[in-house]
């Protein structure tokens, strides 16, 4: 059975109903046929004749909307319900029927926030996802949320399903207004395994999403980093589930990303916690995110960290990565500025001893340090210049 959107009759009433409508139509067009019958070989349409097949043509219609208001669909809308404070929207269905069905659900926004508008493009598209805001020929705002794979619903259960937003809270002004709309495939036959490969669920765009059991998306990622960043901050159901059957990380960097070594290492981690697991799948990662940085952009050795002090006895941040040092810098005191360049240029030297860049170096020591809240801005501007740069 497909995939189809709307309402199934699964009813016996309904169906004797549109036999009895049939019946009568077969009647109605057999009297139409014979009355003011007209001799063989006249091909002149009676005027009686005209107004029976038009009463006929008008009761198909009739019956065939009967038809599609009447059907009931087995799987509907419970509740929907907006969690202001996580963000999301929690979708409450139900199957009333008596066989299990697997849905997918879409949910888009049908009354967008007025800034929301105001700050479309030209094309109509509304920020953050734009692309996949579009069904069919029907111009809906925004897509919200949906499902990456189909959810088992058994029958006469009633199921509460939370989704991340797409859109952040500062686009959204979701109310008692009825500006959300739903919709939801269903099947009997799940076209799907139980448990895909992240590879073979990724959208268009081919991201890996990290998932509960349950279905819950908890991360996504589209490049190797943000699958790094991922597998370290998704909790230990997550990582099991995604090892559960075969290493969905393995099968989506080899699929995916293409690099066939280290899709390898990945299916020969050995582990025996989801914690482990994590442990063993970031440091590989972390290892090839590493070597494929320009070598100005790599981690430095542990012995070589920069230690960022606001005095001798008072330690901010310890880092590792010319990035990160612009990024500590951003939220630290301007006392830290003055702190390193009291005597020389702490930063300068750092850059081109354990970084290994002499350019930016020289760029960091021929600033002005005299004002170090100006110094502050300075040192990160240059910084992250050289990252983008190196890119």
Same mark, same amino acid.
């Given at each position: 059975? &497909?995939?189809?959107?709307?309402e199934?009759?699964?009813?016996?009433?309904?169906?004797?109903?549109a036999?009895?409508?049939a019946?009568?139509?077969?009647l109605i067009?057999?009297?139409?046929?014979t009355?003011?019958?007209?001799?063989l070989?006249?091909s002149?349409?009676s005027t009686s004749?005209?107004?029976w097949?038009?009463?006929?043509?008008?009761l198909?219609?009739l019956s065939?909307?009967?038809?599609?208001?009447t059907?009931?669909?087995?799987v509907?809308?419970?509740?929907?319900?907006?969690?202001?404070?996580?963000?999301?929207?929690?979708?409450?269905?139900?199957?009333?029927?008596?066989?299990?069905?697997?849905?997918?659900?879409a949910?888009?926004?049908l009354?967008p926030?007025?800034?929301?508008?105001?700050s479309?493009?030209q094309? &109509?598209?509304i920020?953050?996802?734009?692309?996949?805001?579009?069904v069919?020929?029907?111009?809906l705002f925004?897509l919200?949320?949906e499902?990456?794979?189909?959810?088992?619903?058994?029958?006469n $259960?009633?199921?509460?399903?939370a989704?991340?937003?797409?859109?952040?809270?500062?686009y959204?002004?979701?109310?008692?207004?009825?500006n959300?709309e739903?919709h939801?495939s269903?099947?009997?036959?799940?076209?799907?395994?139980?448990?895909?490969s992240?590879?073979?669920?990724?959208?268009?765009?081919?991201?890996f999403?990290i998932?509960?059991?349950?279905?819950?998306?908890?991360? $996504?990622?589209?490049?190797l980093?943000d699958?790094?960043?991922?597998?370290?901050?998704?909790?230990?159901?997550a990582i099991?589930?995604?090892?559960?059957?075969g290493?969905?990380?393995a099968?989506w960097v080899?699929?995916?990303?293409?690099d066939?070594q280290?899709?390898?290492?990945?299916?020969?981690v050995?582990?025996s916690?989801?914690?482990e697991?994590r442990?063993?799948?970031?440091?590989?990662?972390d290892?090839k995110?590493?070597?494929l940085?320009h070598?100005f952009?790599?981690?430095?050795?542990?012995?070589?960290r920069?230690i960022?002090?606001?005095?001798?006895?008072k330690i901010?941040?310890?880092?590792?990565?010319l990035?990160?040092?612009?990024?500590t810098i951003?939220?630290?005191p301007?006392?830290?500025?003055?702190f390193?360049?009291?005597?020389?240029n702490?930063?300068?030297?750092?850059?081109?001893?354990?970084?290994?860049?002499?350019?930016?170096?020289?760029?960091?020591?021929a600033?002005?340090?005299?004002k170090?809240?100006?110094?502050k801005?300075?040192?990160?501007?240059?910084?992250?210049?050289?990252?983008?740069s190196?890119?």
């Open positions: 059975m &497909g995939w189809f959107r709307g199934k009759m699964t009813e016996k009433s309904s169906v004797c109903t036999v009895k409508i019946s009568i139509l077969v067009a057999n009297h139409a046929v009355v003011n019958a007209t001799p070989g006249d002149a349409l004749r005209f107004y097949l038009l009463l006929l043509a008008v198909l219609v065939a909307i009967y038809y599609f208001m059907t009931k669909s087995p509907q809308v419970v509740g929907l319900a907006y969690d202001k404070t996580n963000h999301k929207l929690e979708l409450t269905v139900k199957n009333s029927g008596d066989e299990p069905y697997y849905i997918k659900s949910l888009r926004l009354q926030a007025e800034e929301v508008v105001k479309a493009t094309d &109509g598209s920020p953050m996802a734009a692309a996949k805001a579009s069919g020929n029907r111009r925004q919200l949320c499902d990456d794979s189909p959810i088992a619903l058994e029958p $259960e009633t199921r509460t399903i989704y991340d937003l797409i859109l952040p809270p500062q959204l002004k979701l109310d008692e207004s009825k959300v739903v939801i269903y099947s009997e036959e799940n076209p799907q395994p139980e448990v895909v992240a590879a073979q669920e990724a959208d268009a765009s081919d991201g999403c998932k509960m059991e349950s279905g819950e998306v908890v991360a $996504e990622a589209f490049l980093d699958l790094l960043e991922a597998v370290r901050k998704s909790p230990d159901e099991g589930f995604h090892l559960k059957e290493n969905d990380f099968n080899r699929n995916v990303i293409g066939a280290l899709a390898q290492d990945l299916e020969a050995a582990y916690t989801p914690q697991a442990d063993r799948i970031a440091g590989l990662l290892a995110v590493e070597s940085k070598p952009l790599r981690k430095v050795d542990l012995d070589k920069f960022l002090k606001a005095d001798h006895d901010l941040s310890e880092v590792l990565m990035e990160e040092l612009a990024e951003v939220v630290s301007a006392e830290a500025i003055a390193h360049t009291r005597e020389g702490d930063f300068a030297a750092w850059v081109k001893g354990a970084v290994g860049d002499a350019e930016l170096a020289q760029n960091l020591s600033i002005d340090y005299s170090p809240a100006e110094a801005n300075r040192v990160v501007s240059t910084i992250l210049e050289r990252v983008d190196l890119k």
